[in-house]
C-alpha cells in the first residue's frame, strides 16, 4: 500500500523563538530558514510579524529568500495582524496566513475576556479577511485540548466553511494524553461535517514529556496528517514537539505508521547544531536523534553487538541523520579554498566575501591553538561571527586571569566600548566570576545572570569550550554565547555577546507576552 504524505511544519521560529532568550535577528532567521528549506521542511513558520517591526522584516527576508518550502506568518484573529502577515508575506513564493484564536472557556474569560460567540464570530471573520488576500489560510483554536468538543466542532466547521484549508489543534499547555489526543482528534474530523475540505494538523507542547507521543497519537488514531513541531523540541516552558524525532519515528518505523515525509534526514544534525549555536540552548547529550551521545556506544557488549552486527543495538545510522561527527576536516595548513570548500559541505552560507574572510581569520587563529578543526569547531566559529555581527557595542581585545589554590582569583579585561579601549580589572569567587566582575565593573548593565553553562564542541581536552550566558534585565532575556579553547576566554565571548544582545534594539521582548 503506498505511503500517505505526512507534512512537517516547522515553528523553530516562531513558537521556538518564545523560550527565553531565543529571540532571533533578522540574519539569523535567515540562516535557520535556509537550514530548514535545505532539509526539505513543507512548511516554515518565520514569524509572527505583528509582533514588532523587526520581526515583520525578519519574515518579509525569509519569505523572499525561501522558494521550496511555504513560508507561513503567525496572525491574532484580528484584521490589523492579518494585515501585517499579508504585507510581510505578499510576492513570496508560497505563503499561508496562521490564525489563531484561543477556544478554552479558561481563555475566553480571563485571557480574551470574550464571550463564545464573540469568539465564533470573530474566528469566522478574520478567516474571511485572511482568506481574501491569501489562498492558503491555517486556522488554530488556542488551547484546543482543553476546550468544549461541542463549541470546537462549531468554530472549526464555520472557519472551513470560511475558506480555512488547514485546521490546527493545539495541545498549548501540554495537557494531553497520547490515546485521548488521537481520539479527540478521530471525533472532531467525524463530527465536524466539513471535515474532509481541510488538512488536520497538531500542534503539541510537552509539559509533560508527551508531545512527540501525542503528535504521533493524533496521527495514527486521528488521522492528522500535518504535526507542527521545531527542531530539537526548541519552545516554551518544556518545549514542543521535537522535529527529528517524529520525522526519525515515521521513518524508521514505516511498516508502523505507513506514512512518509519529503525531509532529507541528513540535515537533521547540521539544523540541530545550527539552532542550538544560534539560539544558546545546548542539546542534551542523552537527546535522542541529535544528542552527542545518541549513536555512542559505551558499554562493551553493545560495542561489540555493533561490530558484529549493526543492527543488534542500532535502529538508524548516525549517517541517516547527518552526524559526520569527530571527522578531522580541516588544520593548519588548510587554505581558504579548503575552508570555504568544507563549510559548504556541512550546509553554511556565508553572507559575502568579507564574512568569510573574517571567519577564515578566525579559524586561523584557532588552528594556530588546536592542531585539529573539526566540523563542529567551524560550526562554533561561524555561529560565533553572525552573532558578533549583530551590533558590536562591546568587543573583547584581550584578557588574563590567574586563580590558584589558596589565592583569590583574579582577572584583567581589555575591551571595546563602541571602538575606545578600555580596561578593568577585578576579583572574584572564581576565574569566571572574576572577569565577569570585570566587564560588569565597564558595562554597567545591571542584568541578572539566568545561566552560565559551559559545553564541550568536541572530544578530548584540548576541545573548544562552547559557553552560553544568559542574561536578563527589563523583561528582557538574551542568550549569549561564546567559543575557545580556553573556557575563561569563552565564557568572557559570551558574557560580551549577550550584553551585545541586550543593547541591540531590533531584539523583541518575548512576543506571547504581548498576547
Ligand atoms: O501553542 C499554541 O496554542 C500555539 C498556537 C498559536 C498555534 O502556539
Ligand atoms: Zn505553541
Known amino acids: 500500500m503506498d505511503k500517505q504524505k505526512l507534512i512537517i511544519f516547522d515553528t523553530t521560529m516562531r513558537d521556538g523563538e518564545q523560550s527565553p532568550g531565543a529571540s532571533m535577528t533578522k540574519d ?38 525561501i522558494t521550496d518550502s511555504v513560508v507561513c506568518g503567525l496572525c491574532r484573529a484580528n484584521d490589523k495582524d492579518i494585515q501585517r502577515g499579508i504585507d510581510a508575506l505578499t510576492g513570496a513564493k508560497a505563503w499561508r496566513i496562521h490564525v489563531f484564536i484561543a477556544t478554552s472557556a479558561l481563555h475566553m474569560e480571563k485571557k480574551l475576556r470574550m464571550t463564545p460567540e464573540q469568539v465564533y464570530e470573530q474566528a469566522k471573520l478574520s478567516v474571511r479577511f485572511a ?114 524525532e517524529v520525522v526519525m519515528a515515521v521513518r524508521t518505523r514505516g511498516d508502523f505508521f505507513n506514512l512518509e515525509t519529503r525531509l532529507d534526514t541528513t540535515q537533521i544534525v547540521p539544523a540541530s547544531r545550527l539552532v542550538s549555536q544560534i539560539t544558546g540552548f545546548v542539546v542534551q547529550p542523552n537527546k535522542a536523534v541529535v544528542g552527542a551521545n545518541a549513536f555512542a556506544h559505551a558499554s562493551g557488549i553493545h560495542q561489540d553487538g555493533v561490530l558484529k552486527a549493526r543492527e543488534t543495538y542500532e535502529i538508524m545510522t548516525a549517517e541517516d541523520v547527518g552526524w559526520t561527527t569527530n571527522k578531522i576536516v580541516l588544520g593548519k595548513l588548510s587554505g581558504r579554498t579548503a575552508f570555504k570548500q568544507r563549510l559548504k559541505e556541512i550546509g553554511i552560507e556565508l553572507d559575502n566575501e568579507d564574512a568569510y574572510n573574517k571567519a577564515f581569520q578566525r579559524f586561523k587563529d584557532l588552528a594556530d591553538k588546536k ?29 588574563n586571569q590567574a586563580s590558584g589554590m589558596g589565592e583569590r582569583p583574579h582577572a584583567n579585561i581589555v575591551v571595546t ?27 554597567k548593565s545591571g542584568a541578572e545572570l539566568l545561566l552560565f553553562s559551559v559545553n564541550a564542541v568536541t572530544q578530548g581536552t584540548e576541545s573548544q569550550g562552547e559557553v552560553t550566558v544568559r542574561l536578563s534585565k527589563g523583561g528582557r532575556i538574551v542568550n549569549g554565547v561564546g567559543a575557545d579553547t580556553d573556557i575563561v576566554v569563552a565564557s568572557a565571548k559570551a558574557y560580551i555577546n549577550a550584553l551585545n544582545r541586550l543593547a541591540n534594539k531590533m531584539e523583541r521582548l518575548n512576543p506571547q507576552h504581548q498576547m
Open 131 to 244: 482568506r481574501n488576500a491569501c489562498p492558503d489560510v491555517e486556522f488554530s483554536p488556542e488551547d484546543a485540548s482543553r476546550s468544549d468538543p461541542d463549541f470546537l466542532c462549531r468554530v472549526v466547521e464555520a472557519v472551513i466553511r470560511e475558506g480555512a484549508s488547514t485546521i490546527n489543534i493545539p495541545d498549548t499547555v501540554g495537557y494531553a494524553v497520547p490515546e485521548q489526543f488521537g481520539e479527540m482528534i478521530r471525533r472532531l474530523r467525524e463530527r465536524v461535517p466539513n471535515s474532509d475540505k481541510a488538512v488536520w494538523s497538531v500542534h503539541c507542547h510537552n509539559d509533560l514529556g508527551m508531545a512527540v507521543a501525542n503528535s504521533l497519537a493524533a496521527v495514527m488514531i486521528g488521522g492528522a496528517r500535518q504535526i507542527e513541531c521545531t527542531v530539537n523540541g526548541l519552545g516554551e516552558r518544556a518545549g514542543n514537539t521535537s522535529l527529528e
Open 28 to 65: 539569523e532567521k535567515l540562516r535557520i530558514a535556509r537550514a530548514l528549506e535545505r532539509m526539505r521542511v513543507d512548511v516554515i513558520e518565520a514569524g509572527f510579524p505583528a509582533s514588532s517591526n523587526g520581526d515583520f522584516e525578519a519574515v518579509k527576508a525569509v519569505g523572499k529568500l
Open 371 to 399: 592542531t585539529d578543526i573539526f566540523d563542529e569547531d567551524l560550526l562554533a566559529l561561524v555561529a560565533q561571527e553572525a552573532g558578533m555581527s549583530t551590533d558590536e557595542h562591546w568587543r573583547l581585545v584581550h584578557m
Open 417 to 443: 566600548e563602541a571602538g575606545t579601549e578600555r580596561t578593568a580589572k577585578s576579583e572574584g569567587d572564581g576565574p569566571v566570576d572574576a572577569t565577569f566582575k570585570a566587564i560588569e565593573s565597564l558595562a
